[in-house]
């Protein structure tokens, strides 16, 4: 007999991407109608099979947000290519790991970045897809291969995860059901379309639906002016929520025809969930991912969401804790393994669970709350301390607007318990910081040392690069 949650998960990857993604008549998306997305994908789709790209074989794209890079995107997957975008501030470096890794017949680049990549692989100007007559379209299954996208590779040397179509499509069908995305919306997508927070949920999550998505390079006026505008939903991570916030405070805003703000990729300070229900008009939605599964965990659309946890698992995803309470997962949603990477696939999985590498916490209604990562679990004096846990109790001083905790090497201590602090206006001072952890925390967790800082290192997805605080 089929378990009700197996059902939801062959239901949800049902398809194909391109037949599901170009299906919808409504909305226009990055300015192009449905059927200017589906003719000109299809001529890029004609372009590329004439310059000899065929199913399966790897396409790269290297280019900054834009119109083209979403037609160049729908070209090759509906030639049944496996397109690898990456970072468009990804350097020399990290460009040729990723291209001797995923091996790619041809890199799609924009003018940018093409010097970069001509030396290593043929290359397609963005600016100039080729075009040609529409191939004969290729048989597509929800099992074959879709997308490789890098992990940010914050230890060690990015690996390739590779998505399936079915994977992709159950991820924005997940999140559609449960954030009632409809035909109806209209998305702000500000986020990187290399990353899946912008590529499956921003961009497949209004294909699919057939909403309306305007496409716009982040700038917290730019964002305002979007929304006023008539938008329904903004995708955001924290450090945009902050940005955004800084400017409604100066400059409030008529945002009522906004009905959902989801915030993701990075832990949502309860004091920044607070900020923004004040000048936002409504309290934002935080939910849970990672690129091996895209968007799993999510606050509830109507019910309480609570400021410090992600959720519930969407529909077709299980969550579990393992060892050492690591967060594991399991779905329709969830890839397969990383491109030829055996060794690290089988690492990453447990009886068929893979395993995030995140550190939960369930309360008894199964919500979930992210408490770090185990990588970044910091042993001091033989105590785990969870710097978030740590980080949770420093922001909630008013002189600190930022804070980030590490360990650092320490003879005594193993590691020792330190702060990085970006200052409020008004500055408060080492002892200070430590005597209010000291009065929350027991002492093993309390910072030992402050270090002020003007800013945190982050990525492009506003993850605290604590490798570089290190
Ligand atoms: P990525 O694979 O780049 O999407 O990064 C995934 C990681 O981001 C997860 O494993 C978490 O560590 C972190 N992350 C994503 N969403 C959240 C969230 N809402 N709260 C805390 N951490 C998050």
Not at 27 to 41: D, F, I, N
Not at 180 to 205: C, E, I, N, S, Y
Request: net charge negative; glycine share 12%; proline share 7%.
């Amino acid at each position: 007999m089929i378990s009700a949650i197996e059902d939801v998960r062959r239901r949800l990857r049902e398809g194909s991407l391109p037949e599901a993604l170009l299906a919808p008549e409504t909305g226009t998306v990055a300015g192009l109608t449905r059927a200017q997305l589906r003719e000109r994908s299809a001529g890029v789709a004609g372009g590329l099979a004439r310059l000899g790209v065929r199913q399966g074989d790897r396409v790269g794209l290297y280019a900054a947000n834009s119109a083209d890079w979403i037609l160049a995107y729908l070209g090759g997957q509906r030639l049944g290519a496996v397109m690898v975008p990456f970072n468009p501030a990804y350097r020399a470096h990290e460009v040729e790991h990723i291209l001797s890794d995923s091996d790619p017949v041809a890199v799609i680049a924009d003018t940018e970045r093409r010097a970069l990549v001509e030396p290593l692989r043929p290359v397609v100007a963005l600016e100039e897809l080729p075009v040609d007559e529409a191939p004969r379209p290729v048989r597509l299954e929800p099992e074959s291969p879709a997308l490789i996208i890098y992990t940010s590779g914050t230890t060690g040397r990015p690996k390739g995860a590779l998505l399936d179509h079915g994977n992709l499509l159950a991820q924005a069908r997940g999140a559609i059901e449960a954030w009632r995305w409809t035909a109806a919306d209209h998305l702000v997508h500000a986020l990187p379309l290399f990353h899946l927070h912008g590529l499956g949920m921003g961009l497949h999550g209004s294909l699919l639906t057939g909403a309306e998505m305007t496409l716009i390079s982040f700038d917290p006026v730019a964002v305002v002016a979007a929304l006023e505008g008539g938008a329904t939903m903004f995708f955001g991570v924290p450090a945009m929520y902050q940005r955004l916030c800084d400017q409604l405070e100066q400059h409030p805003a008529e945002l009522g025809r906004v009905r959902l703000f989801v915030s993701g990729s990075a832990p949502l300070p309860p004091e920044l969930f607070s900020r923004c229900r004040r000048l936002l008009g409504q309290p934002p939605l935080e939910r849970y991912g990672i690129t091996e599964g895209g968007i799993v965990v999510s606050n509830p659309y109507a019910g309480p969401r609570r400021p410090g946890r992600v959720g519930h698992a969407l529909p077709g995803v299980e969550v579990r804790l393992g060892e050492q309470d690591e967060v594991q997962l399991k779905g329709g949603q969830v890839f397969g393994g990383y491109w030829r990477d055996p060794k690290a696939t089988e690492e990453a999985f447990v009886d068929g669970w893979f395993k995030t590498g995140d550190i939960g916490e369930l309360d008894a209604d199964g919500s979930l709350a992210i408490r770090g990562r185990l990588k970044e679990l910091i042993i001091s004096g033989g105590f785990n301390v969870y710097p978030r846990e740590v980080e949770l109790v420093l922001e909630a001083h008013p002189g600190v607007a930022e804070v980030a905790v590490v360990g650092l090497p320490s003879e005594s201590w193993g590691e020792e318990v330190t702060a990085f602090v970006v200052p409020a206006r008004e500055r408060p001072t080492e002892s200070e910081l430590i005597g209010f952890a000291q009065e929350r925390l027991a002492k093993f967790k309390c910072p030992r040392s402050v270090r002020f800082v003007e800013a945190l290192p982050r990525n492009a997805m506003g993850k605290v690069q604590r490798s570089q605080l290190r």
